[in-house]
């Protein structure tokens, strides 16, 4: 059974992949750049891909990140929720963002991997295509630092996105996939009316 | 300076003797003008003045002896032995006994007077007194000189005088020298196990070593027994206890003792230790700042003092002098906080912990000096008794401390019962015998025996400050008695409140007694009267007088009431309140409230009385009351017996407290296990599964090797005939088959092939080397017929195995099951030991109705029912108060007053009712009142108050508007009255509510009535459910909820619009199929995505049922419906778990439980299912609403396609099955034609079928056909997946039916969109 990476491994083992990529170039570009901009900390976020959408989770909203979980549909929920997945011990809903955001819904596809969100409240799992990487706040310039969120229309997904970053020398695993990388609001997006209509009957 | 604390004992205790003196000396004439008065005393009267003198002259003896001072201990004993002799009757008490006495108690005097500083002529003093008391008892004085001699002996010429001499003294005296006159002595009157005792001596610490030479020393009980050698005492001088040498200091007396003595002394210790830590911290909690001392605190501290008492004497018996020095220390400083002491301050409380700290380690380790430690504890002992004593009366029974002097601690003069405790503790100690050591010494303490003035006069002295502050009863009484009065009391008043409860539900006017009233009445007198004479038993006079009170009332009401009335009743239940408080709280007496409570139930019994006269007679009326109390005497007797005698076993059953998270600790583990106990369940059909396959491996091993036997002799036969000749031309093997071919051989011959090479290559030596034989009669050695009778042997060999296996099977299968009896059992055990009925709350209920209709004066009938509805005490204690809550508002604002009711057409007596049932997986409550109902224009108005506008207010729904009476600060109430109506309540407890996970809804009608529903989830629940599939998934559902099992006949069913119904023996219902009444359905044709194309997919679904449907009926309350199900897996005990932190609430389930794979089912709430689909007023917007809420869109996810891959080889069924599961479909594989039809059967059509064409026992062609005949499998689409790419066997496929045919290797993509294609998807 290899449903669950550790979280750390994973990391490590990104960041490994990472280091390796970027040492030519930040040869060129000397030493990542002090920390500027909005997000002035030094965050971290998981990347990943859900079918054409590059997003991102601060990893401090996520608590576990597996594979393959076996997930039990429950009756009277709405499409995004796929249903239940029992991830050591603990049951917990593993959702369809793409649906929940009103995009084309995930259709019944086999789930390869879910990431496992958390606020103070509660542990919703999302399902998700492919697991990028990681990326680092650190490693960005003043110029391609996180732009605030582009979407001006008010629609579904725009509510979650809490910035996006583009394209940027400074930032490989960004630019090599060539589409700008969706951050997503963690908390808005656990605190959402609709996600939390679950809490009691009625 | 070890010797320091011998001389302060020594000192201490004769202070303690000099307090004896007054006390011997007027006993003494006290017997002696008894005696003047006639011719001497009588033997046998005035004895307890005698026992006085007695005990006293005994405890004289055997101290001193301890501390060293062994001419006094002689003299003393002189003095007891003639005392023994009057008590005994053998010697009468005149007034020449008075005068010998008097002068040895001058003896005594002189001791004190002299002992320390300049000492005393201890032999001269002895033999004076010997002789006196020999002339006295007339002894012969021809044996004087002997006895003297023999005595004289083991007392020093002088005694007592400077320490420091003698100190100098005893260390330059070798141990040898002394020990050795010692012995003979010692056997002489010792029984002999003592001498190992004494001779561990010389390896005693210095200090200890000669206190416990003293203790050793004590005789008494042997002069008892032995009688007739007076005055026996060992040679244990001062000069002997020096004669040990000082170096040895560390190792003590614990190896000298019995281990299990040890043991059994820590083991009490602990007990104590524990009792006192809890003591102390009651006491810390309560005493912030200096506090007056009152009665609650003496008892407290009361306590604390009897376990260093027990500790003290105990350790003294077993020599633990560092323990026994302190705690005696610590008793007196305890005695005088209990007794003289008027104030309690934190530095009390500090200094008593750390001398419990102290204590504790001197326990654990006795052989270390504590002393630095000690001196300052008793600094600050003696600090705070002067500085009370300065302040107000000086204690005075506690004399000033003299610099650095420890005081022995056996003759403490104010503890006289412990002293005679401590020296018949001595006593048993001599006699050898542990357990009745132990048992003595608990008698002692506990039981009033022979020793009864000691026991008074402990008596006396506790319960006299108790005297002091009136009501309060406590501080004399026993906490063991008193903890199981306590115990037994709950008991009794649960069931007082509980047996009138059920009374108030039943009588709601004045109404004759039934039998079965009558019966419940014994029983309430019953709770009363040994209530009654339990407190007597313990001395709660408060209690036991009221309840006497109460019993008349159950008395006459049982055996003289015609008639009962609610009035009657209330009475009783009061009274039972009243009681429960009493017995809550003694030291408040309550006067007011029992004595308006008592003169009700005198007028009431009162004006019995009078009935009762007229008809009776005065002595009919005497007659059971005298029976009656006769029968209290007895039960008081009894309940002092049995508890007397439960405190004198030395270990009771005892109760353990266990915190809440252990438990759930072990409960969640239990049902882990039965999680893992059910993946063996799992494995174990795995395992048969295996086995059975064995079987079939095994008949085609044995087939494969007969068909080789077979052809093998055809082929032989053939050869025989047909090779020879070419054999004989020296032919080659290739020319052999060239041969076997053109004899034109038979079909068998072809299919063996491959047989037919080896046969040639292993057959072509023989045949060429022994050209004569025929190959017939050469099979028995030719090298294939090995190999087959190898193949038959393995068959057989596997056959063995299959059976074992299965033998194994079926015993791990009973193992398993026994294992899984267990398991449930110890969970329900588990469980119940969390859960209570709700009688644990209920009288606390009743009495909240009661308490409150009284205030309010209205008449109210509360009932209850439900009341064995079990749950977790953590969620009663939440309960409790939104229930209380709840009924109190119903109480104030629902029900109306009497005049009110009358005049609105309902009877004066209004009905509050609180039902509590459990449905799936939640615990309901039900409040209804039958009283004013919500005034919705009110909560308008309050609204509008609360800042909505009033066009919204207006436009608010019933629904809505009665949400808003669990906003914070909402009141429609324009005055607050006591009991309710600040507005604060309900948002608490709809806050209380939820934070159980609860709900809380309210209904009401105007002038009819409100009902609160309280739903609560309950944690931790484990129920027996019945799991079964239906479309695809797997569901369980509670046994409660299942009605019955039934295959119904498709004509069963009466088909709809507008619903589809059956009739199931006497009942029609609905009828639904289990996966789309969940809204969830997977792997049949019609794949909706609205709510239309929903009921289309559940009408065609009943077309598609086959003859006679699996059908589950269900119920919750009075709903009933039939759900079509596809199979059934079985009953197990579910553990119910939620559904994660983001689902808390799914509607239709009642949460989810994990099998032993992992997996989760659902376990459906048949009560919220059939409230939502079978309809009734108002669920069709509701549901609507619930949607909207819900969802964004409504529709159903489609499911996943499911696949049948029908291949004999394993591996490309695995790798076809990876590719269709990565897609989210999900895979049945079957290995060849004949398994994939027992399959279909199984586990129903799929949708799509992937076909090999070469496959054992039936083909992919002969499939095809199979799949052609069945008119449920033709529409299965079907794609060939073979290695044939001849166009023959394409069109052969294509004919037969095969919607696809892909030929390995196959390109995964295309494959796939063939699949989508084929499936329309």
């Given at each position: 059974m290899d449903t669950d990476i550790s979280l750390e491994k994973l990391i490590a083992e990104i960041d490994g992949q990472i280091g390796s990529e970027t040492s030519p170039l930040s040869g060129d570009h000397a030493a990542p750049t002090a920390l500027r901009g909005p997000a002035s900390a030094r965050s971290q976020y998981i990347t990943f891909f859900l079918e054409e959408i590059f997003l991102a989770v601060p990893i401090s909203s996520a608590s576990e990140i597996g594979r393959d979980p076996a997930v039990t549909r429950l009756p009277n929920?709405?499409?995004?929720?796929l249903g239940v997945s029992n991830i050591r011990g603990e049951i917990i809903s593993i959702v369809d963002l793409k649906a929940f955001m009103?995009?084309?819904?995930?259709?019944?596809?086999?789930?390869r991997r879910f990431i496992v969100l958390s606020d103070t409240l509660m542990k919703v799992g999302i399902a998700v295509d492919r697991i990028a990487g990681i990326f680092t706040?650190?490693?960005?310039?003043d110029k391609d630092r996180i732009h605030s969120s582009p979407y001006k229309e008010a629609g579904e997904i725009s509510a979650f996105i809490s910035g996006v970053v583009a394209a940027g020398q400074n930032f490989p695993e960004v630019s090599e996939r060539g589409r700008l990388l969706n951050i997503l609001d963690v908390k808005k997006l656990l605190s959402s009316p609709r996600m939390t209509a679950f809490r009691s009957e009625k | 300076m070890p010797r320091t604390s011998d001389s302060e004992i020594v000192q201490g205790y004769i202070e303690e003797v000099k307090t004896y003196i007054p006390s011997l000396l007027s006993g003494l004439e006290a017997l002696s003008a008894a005696a003047s008065g006639g011719?001497?005393?009588?033997?046998?009267?005035?004895t307890e003045v005698l026992e006085e003198i007695h005990r006293l002259a005994h405890t004289v003896k055997g101290a001193s002896a301890m501390v060293g001072i062994y001419g006094l201990s002689q003299i003393a004993f002189q003095m007891e032995d003639a005392l023994d002799e009057i008590l005994a009757g053998n010697l009468v008490f005149t007034h020449e006994t008075f005068q010998v006495m008097s002068g040895t108690v001058e003896h005594f005097q002189t001791y004190c007077r002299d002992f320390p500083e300049r000492g005393v002529a201890s032999q001269k003093l002895l033999r004076e007194t010997v002789l006196a008391f020999r002339r006295l008892r007339n002894m012969p004085p021809r044996e004087d000189e002997n006895v003297l001699a023999k005595l004289l002996d083991r007392v020093p010429e002088y005694e007592g005088g400077a320490f420091e001499g003698e100190e100098s003294r005893e260390k330059d005296e070798s141990p040898a020298q002394h020990r050795k006159p010692d012995i003979p002595d010692i056997k002489e009157s010792f029984s002999v196990s003592d001498a190992p005792l004494l001779s561990e001596l010389s390896e005693l610490n210095e200090d200890e070593a000669s206190l416990i030479a003293m203790l050793t020393d004590v005789p008494e009980p042997e002069s008892d027994i032995i009688g007739e050698i007076p005055g026996y005492f060992p040679e244990m001088s001062e000069d002997s206890v020096a004669g040990?040498?000082?170096?040895?200091?560390?190792?003590?007396c614990p190896s000298a003792l019995s281990p299990e003595f040890m043991e059994s002394f820590y083991e009490e210790a602990e007990e104590h230790f524990q009792d006192m830590r809890v003591s102390l911290k009651i006491l810390g909690s309560r005493v912030a700042s200096p506090v007056p001392l009152s009665p609650s605190f003496r008892e407290i501290i009361a306590q604390i003092r009897r376990s260093v008492r027990t500790l003290k004497g105990a350790s003294s018996v077993l020599r633990l002098m560092n323990i026994s020095v302190f705690s005696a220390r610590a008793e007196r400083f305890l005695d005088w906080l209990c007794e003289s002491a008027t104030e309690i301050t934190p530095e009390i409380v500090s200094l008593l912990g750390e001398s419990a700290d102290l204590l504790e380690s001197v326990v654990a380790d006795p052989d270390r000096e504590h002393k630095h430690k000690v001196r300052k504890l008793r600094a600050g002992y003696k600090d705070i008794m002067n500085r009370a004593g300065s302040g107000s009366a000086i204690s005075p029974t506690f004399p000033e401390e003299e610099s650095e002097i420890l005081r022995?601690?056996?003759?403490?003069?104010?503890?006289d019962a412990e002293t005679q405790v401590l020296a018949s503790l001595q006593d048993a100690a001599s006699l050898q015998d542990a357990a009745s050591l132990q048992k003595e010494a608990e008698k002692n303490f506990r039981t009033p025996g022979d020793k009864a003035d000691a026991q008074n006069d402990r008596v006396s002295r506790v319960s006299a400050p108790a005297e002091a502050c009136p009501g309060q009863a406590l501080a004399g009484l026993d906490p063991e008695l008193l903890a199981s009065f306590y115990e037994e009391a709950e008991g009794h008043l649960q069931d007082m409140a509980r047996l009138a409860g059920m009374l108030e539900s039943q009588i709601s006017v004045q109404h004759p007694v039934s039998p079965e009233h009558r019966e419940i009445l014994r029983q309430i007198r019953r709770s009363v009267h040994t209530l009654k004479g339990a407190a007597a038993a313990v001395g709660l006079s408060n209690v036991s007088s009221f309840a006497h009170s109460a019993e008349d009332l159950s008395d006459w009401l049982y055996e003289s009431a015609a008639d009962i009335s609610p009035e009657e009743i209330a009475l009783l239940a009061q009274s039972g309140d009243l009681l429960e408080s009493l017995v809550a709280d003694p030291g408040n007496a309550r006067e007011s409230e029992v004595r308006a409570l008592r003169e009700k139930l005198q007028a009431k019994t009162g004006a019995v009385g009078a009935g009762f006269g007229v008809r009776g007679t005065g002595s009919a009326e005497s007659a059971p009351e005298r029976s009656r109390d006769a029968e209290i005497a007895a039960e008081t007797r009894h309940f002092a017996e049995t508890h007397c005698s439960a405190s004198l076993q030395p270990s009771p059953s005892k109760t353990l407290r266990v915190s809440m998270d252990r438990l759930d600790d072990m409960v969640s583990l239990a049902g882990e296990l039965m999680i893992a106990l059910s993946a063996f369940d799992q494995g174990m059909n795995a395992f048969r599964q295996a086995a059975s396959d064995l079987d079939l491996a095994r008949e085609r091993l044995r087939n494969i090797a007969r068909d080789m036997e077979i052809g093998y002799e055809g082929l032989s036969l053939i050869s025989g005939s047909i090779l020879r000749p070419i054999l004989s031309m020296g032919g080659t093997p290739a020319l052999m088959s060239a041969a076997a071919a053109r004899a034109g051989a038979s079909r068998t011959v072809v299919g063996l092939g491959n047989a037919d090479s080896l046969l040639t290559s292993h057959l072509s030596l023989p045949f060429s080397e022994f050209p004569e034989f025929d190959p017939l009669e050469l099979d028995r050695y030719s090298r294939l017929n090995q190999i087959i009778r190898m193949l038959n042997e393995s068959s057989a060999d596997v056959g063995a195995l299959v059976m074992l296996l299965a033998n194994l099977g079926s015993e791990f299968d009973g193992n398993l099951t026994r294992q899984r009896v267990l398991l449930s059992e110890l969970q329900d055990k588990m469980m119940r030991v969390r859960t209570a009925p709700m009688e644990a709350i209920s009288s606390r209920l009743r009495r909240t109705v009661r308490e409150l209709s009284a205030k309010l004066g209205k008449n109210i009938r509360f009932v209850i029912e439900g009341e064995d509805l079990e749950l977790d005490r953590e969620i009663w204690e939440k309960i409790a108060d939104p229930l209380m809550h709840l009924l109190r508002n119903a109480a104030d604002h629902g029900i109306e007053a009497p005049q009110q009711r009358q005049a609105s057409g309902k009877p004066p007596t209004g009905l509050l009712k609180l039902s509590a049932s459990r449905e799936g997986n939640q615990a309901v409550f039900r409040i209804s009142d039958d009283g004013s109902g919500i005034d919705t224009e009110a909560v308008r108005r309050a609204a509008f108050r609360l800042g909505i506008s009033e066009k919204r207010a207006a436009e608010m729904s019933e629904e809505e508007l009665f949400s808003l009476i669990f906003q914070p600060g909402f009141s429609t109430r324009e005055q607050i009255s006591e009991i309710s109506g600040r507005g604060v309540g309900m948002d608490v407890v709809r806050q209380n509510t939820e934070s159980l996970k609860g709900s809380i809804r309210v209904i009401s009608a105007l002038g009819k009535g409100t009902r609160f529903t309280l739903r609560v989830p309950m944690t931790l629940a484990v129920i027996r459910g019945l799991l079964f599939t239906a479309g695809g998934h797997k569901f369980a559902l509670a046994l409660n909820d299942l009605k019955e099992i039934i295959r119904i006949s498709r004509n069963d069913i009466i088909p709809g619009p507008p619903q589809e119904l059956v009739r199931i023996g006497e009942e029609i219902m609905p009828i639904y199929d289990a996966a789309s009444l969940l809204n969830i359905r997977d792997g049949y044709g019609v794949r909706g995505t609205g709510a239309e194309e929903f009921s289309i997919l559940t009408s065609h679904y009943f077309s598609l049922l086959t003859s006679s449907p699996l059908v589950l009926a269900v119920g919750a309350e009075e709903r009933r419906a039939a759900l079509i199900a596809d199979t059934l897996e079985g009953q197990r005990e579910l553990v119910i778990k939620s559904t994660g932190s983001h689902l808390r609430y799914v509607r239709g389930i009642s949460g989810v439980t994990v099998m032993g794979d992992g997996s989760v089912v659902p376990i459906l709430n048949i009560a919220e299912l059939l409230d939502s689909e079978a309809g009734g007023q108002g669920t069709e917007a509701e549901r609507a609403s619930h949607f909207s809420l819900l969802t964004s869109h409504f529709s159903l996810p489609p499911p996943p396609l499911q696949i049948m891959i029908v291949d004999d080889s394993v591996s490309i069924r695995q790798s076809i099955a990876r590719l269709m599961e990565e897609q989210g479909w999900q895979v049945t594989a079957a290995k060849d034609g004949i398994d994939a039809l027992e399959k279909l059967g199984a586990r129903g059509i799929p949708d799509l079928i992937v076909l090999d064409i070469e496959m054992p026992r039936m083909n992919g062609y002969e499939f095809l056909n199979a799949l052609r005949v069945q008119p449920a499998y033709r529409e299965i689409p079907v794609i060939m997946l073979t290695s044939r790419a001849a166009g023959k066997h394409r069109d052969k496929a294509m004919g037969l039916g095969a919607k696809g045919y892909v030929i390995k290797p196959y390109n995964n993509e295309e494959f796939i969109a063939l699949i989508l294609q084929l499936t329309k998807r």
């Amino acid at each position: 059974m290899d449903t669950d990476i550790s979280l750390e491994k994973l990391i490590a083992e990104i960041d490994g992949q990472i280091g390796s990529e970027t040492s030519p170039l930040s040869g060129d570009h000397a030493a990542p750049t002090a920390l500027r901009g909005p997000a002035s900390a030094r965050s971290q976020y998981i990347t990943f891909f859900l079918e054409e959408i590059f997003l991102a989770v601060p990893i401090s909203s996520a608590s576990e990140i597996g594979r393959d979980p076996a997930v039990t549909r429950l009756p009277n929920l709405p499409e995004w929720v796929l249903g239940v997945s029992n991830i050591r011990g603990e049951i917990i809903s593993i959702v369809d963002l793409k649906a929940f955001m009103g995009l084309p819904a995930h259709r019944g596809k086999k789930i390869r991997r879910f990431i496992v969100l958390s606020d103070t409240l509660m542990k919703v799992g999302i399902a998700v295509d492919r697991i990028a990487g990681i990326f680092t706040t650190a490693s960005l310039s003043d110029k391609d630092r996180i732009h605030s969120s582009p979407y001006k229309e008010a629609g579904e997904i725009s509510a979650f996105i809490s910035g996006v970053v583009a394209a940027g020398q400074n930032f490989p695993e960004v630019s090599e996939r060539g589409r700008l990388l969706n951050i997503l609001d963690v908390k808005k997006l656990l605190s959402s009316p609709r996600m939390t209509a679950f809490r009691s009957e009625k | 300076m070890p010797r320091t604390s011998d001389s302060e004992i020594v000192q201490g205790y004769i202070e303690e003797v000099k307090t004896y003196i007054p006390s011997l000396l007027s006993g003494l004439e006290a017997l002696s003008a008894a005696a003047s008065g006639g011719q001497g005393l009588p033997p046998g009267s005035d004895t307890e003045v005698l026992e006085e003198i007695h005990r006293l002259a005994h405890t004289v003896k055997g101290a001193s002896a301890m501390v060293g001072i062994y001419g006094l201990s002689q003299i003393a004993f002189q003095m007891e032995d003639a005392l023994d002799e009057i008590l005994a009757g053998n010697l009468v008490f005149t007034h020449e006994t008075f005068q010998v006495m008097s002068g040895t108690v001058e003896h005594f005097q002189t001791y004190c007077r002299d002992f320390p500083e300049r000492g005393v002529a201890s032999q001269k003093l002895l033999r004076e007194t010997v002789l006196a008391f020999r002339r006295l008892r007339n002894m012969p004085p021809r044996e004087d000189e002997n006895v003297l001699a023999k005595l004289l002996d083991r007392v020093p010429e002088y005694e007592g005088g400077a320490f420091e001499g003698e100190e100098s003294r005893e260390k330059d005296e070798s141990p040898a020298q002394h020990r050795k006159p010692d012995i003979p002595d010692i056997k002489e009157s010792f029984s002999v196990s003592d001498a190992p005792l004494l001779s561990e001596l010389s390896e005693l610490n210095e200090d200890e070593a000669s206190l416990i030479a003293m203790l050793t020393d004590v005789p008494e009980p042997e002069s008892d027994i032995i009688g007739e050698i007076p005055g026996y005492f060992p040679e244990m001088s001062e000069d002997s206890v020096a004669g040990i040498p000082p170096g040895d200091e560390n190792s003590v007396c614990p190896s000298a003792l019995s281990p299990e003595f040890m043991e059994s002394f820590y083991e009490e210790a602990e007990e104590h230790f524990q009792d006192m830590r809890v003591s102390l911290k009651i006491l810390g909690s309560r005493v912030a700042s200096p506090v007056p001392l009152s009665p609650s605190f003496r008892e407290i501290i009361a306590q604390i003092r009897r376990s260093v008492r027990t500790l003290k004497g105990a350790s003294s018996v077993l020599r633990l002098m560092n323990i026994s020095v302190f705690s005696a220390r610590a008793e007196r400083f305890l005695d005088w906080l209990c007794e003289s002491a008027t104030e309690i301050t934190p530095e009390i409380v500090s200094l008593l912990g750390e001398s419990a700290d102290l204590l504790e380690s001197v326990v654990a380790d006795p052989d270390r000096e504590h002393k630095h430690k000690v001196r300052k504890l008793r600094a600050g002992y003696k600090d705070i008794m002067n500085r009370a004593g300065s302040g107000s009366a000086i204690s005075p029974t506690f004399p000033e401390e003299e610099s650095e002097i420890l005081r022995f601690p056996f003759a403490s003069a104010r503890n006289d019962a412990e002293t005679q405790v401590l020296a018949s503790l001595q006593d048993a100690a001599s006699l050898q015998d542990a357990a009745s050591l132990q048992k003595e010494a608990e008698k002692n303490f506990r039981t009033p025996g022979d020793k009864a003035d000691a026991q008074n006069d402990r008596v006396s002295r506790v319960s006299a400050p108790a005297e002091a502050c009136p009501g309060q009863a406590l501080a004399g009484l026993d906490p063991e008695l008193l903890a199981s009065f306590y115990e037994e009391a709950e008991g009794h008043l649960q069931d007082m409140a509980r047996l009138a409860g059920m009374l108030e539900s039943q009588i709601s006017v004045q109404h004759p007694v039934s039998p079965e009233h009558r019966e419940i009445l014994r029983q309430i007198r019953r709770s009363v009267h040994t209530l009654k004479g339990a407190a007597a038993a313990v001395g709660l006079s408060n209690v036991s007088s009221f309840a006497h009170s109460a019993e008349d009332l159950s008395d006459w009401l049982y055996e003289s009431a015609a008639d009962i009335s609610p009035e009657e009743i209330a009475l009783l239940a009061q009274s039972g309140d009243l009681l429960e408080s009493l017995v809550a709280d003694p030291g408040n007496a309550r006067e007011s409230e029992v004595r308006a409570l008592r003169e009700k139930l005198q007028a009431k019994t009162g004006a019995v009385g009078a009935g009762f006269g007229v008809r009776g007679t005065g002595s009919a009326e005497s007659a059971p009351e005298r029976s009656r109390d006769a029968e209290i005497a007895a039960e008081t007797r009894h309940f002092a017996e049995t508890h007397c005698s439960a405190s004198l076993q030395p270990s009771p059953s005892k109760t353990l407290r266990v915190s809440m998270d252990r438990l759930d600790d072990m409960v969640s583990l239990a049902g882990e296990l039965m999680i893992a106990l059910s993946a063996f369940d799992q494995g174990m059909n795995a395992f048969r599964q295996a086995a059975s396959d064995l079987d079939l491996a095994r008949e085609r091993l044995r087939n494969i090797a007969r068909d080789m036997e077979i052809g093998y002799e055809g082929l032989s036969l053939i050869s025989g005939s047909i090779l020879r000749p070419i054999l004989s031309m020296g032919g080659t093997p290739a020319l052999m088959s060239a041969a076997a071919a053109r004899a034109g051989a038979s079909r068998t011959v072809v299919g063996l092939g491959n047989a037919d090479s080896l046969l040639t290559s292993h057959l072509s030596l023989p045949f060429s080397e022994f050209p004569e034989f025929d190959p017939l009669e050469l099979d028995r050695y030719s090298r294939l017929n090995q190999i087959i009778r190898m193949l038959n042997e393995s068959s057989a060999d596997v056959g063995a195995l299959v059976m074992l296996l299965a033998n194994l099977g079926s015993e791990f299968d009973g193992n398993l099951t026994r294992q899984r009896v267990l398991l449930s059992e110890l969970q329900d055990k588990m469980m119940r030991v969390r859960t209570a009925p709700m009688e644990a709350i209920s009288s606390r209920l009743r009495r909240t109705v009661r308490e409150l209709s009284a205030k309010l004066g209205k008449n109210i009938r509360f009932v209850i029912e439900g009341e064995d509805l079990e749950l977790d005490r953590e969620i009663w204690e939440k309960i409790a108060d939104p229930l209380m809550h709840l009924l109190r508002n119903a109480a104030d604002h629902g029900i109306e007053a009497p005049q009110q009711r009358q005049a609105s057409g309902k009877p004066p007596t209004g009905l509050l009712k609180l039902s509590a049932s459990r449905e799936g997986n939640q615990a309901v409550f039900r409040i209804s009142d039958d009283g004013s109902g919500i005034d919705t224009e009110a909560v308008r108005r309050a609204a509008f108050r609360l800042g909505i506008s009033e066009k919204r207010a207006a436009e608010m729904s019933e629904e809505e508007l009665f949400s808003l009476i669990f906003q914070p600060g909402f009141s429609t109430r324009e005055q607050i009255s006591e009991i309710s109506g600040r507005g604060v309540g309900m948002d608490v407890v709809r806050q209380n509510t939820e934070s159980l996970k609860g709900s809380i809804r309210v209904i009401s009608a105007l002038g009819k009535g409100t009902r609160f529903t309280l739903r609560v989830p309950m944690t931790l629940a484990v129920i027996r459910g019945l799991l079964f599939t239906a479309g695809g998934h797997k569901f369980a559902l509670a046994l409660n909820d299942l009605k019955e099992i039934i295959r119904i006949s498709r004509n069963d069913i009466i088909p709809g619009p507008p619903q589809e119904l059956v009739r199931i023996g006497e009942e029609i219902m609905p009828i639904y199929d289990a996966a789309s009444l969940l809204n969830i359905r997977d792997g049949y044709g019609v794949r909706g995505t609205g709510a239309e194309e929903f009921s289309i997919l559940t009408s065609h679904y009943f077309s598609l049922l086959t003859s006679s449907p699996l059908v589950l009926a269900v119920g919750a309350e009075e709903r009933r419906a039939a759900l079509i199900a596809d199979t059934l897996e079985g009953q197990r005990e579910l553990v119910i778990k939620s559904t994660g932190s983001h689902l808390r609430y799914v509607r239709g389930i009642s949460g989810v439980t994990v099998m032993g794979d992992g997996s989760v089912v659902p376990i459906l709430n048949i009560a919220e299912l059939l409230d939502s689909e079978a309809g009734g007023q108002g669920t069709e917007a509701e549901r609507a609403s619930h949607f909207s809420l819900l969802t964004s869109h409504f529709s159903l996810p489609p499911p996943p396609l499911q696949i049948m891959i029908v291949d004999d080889s394993v591996s490309i069924r695995q790798s076809i099955a990876r590719l269709m599961e990565e897609q989210g479909w999900q895979v049945t594989a079957a290995k060849d034609g004949i398994d994939a039809l027992e399959k279909l059967g199984a586990r129903g059509i799929p949708d799509l079928i992937v076909l090999d064409i070469e496959m054992p026992r039936m083909n992919g062609y002969e499939f095809l056909n199979a799949l052609r005949v069945q008119p449920a499998y033709r529409e299965i689409p079907v794609i060939m997946l073979t290695s044939r790419a001849a166009g023959k066997h394409r069109d052969k496929a294509m004919g037969l039916g095969a919607k696809g045919y892909v030929i390995k290797p196959y390109n995964n993509e295309e494959f796939i969109a063939l699949i989508l294609q084929l499936t329309k998807r």
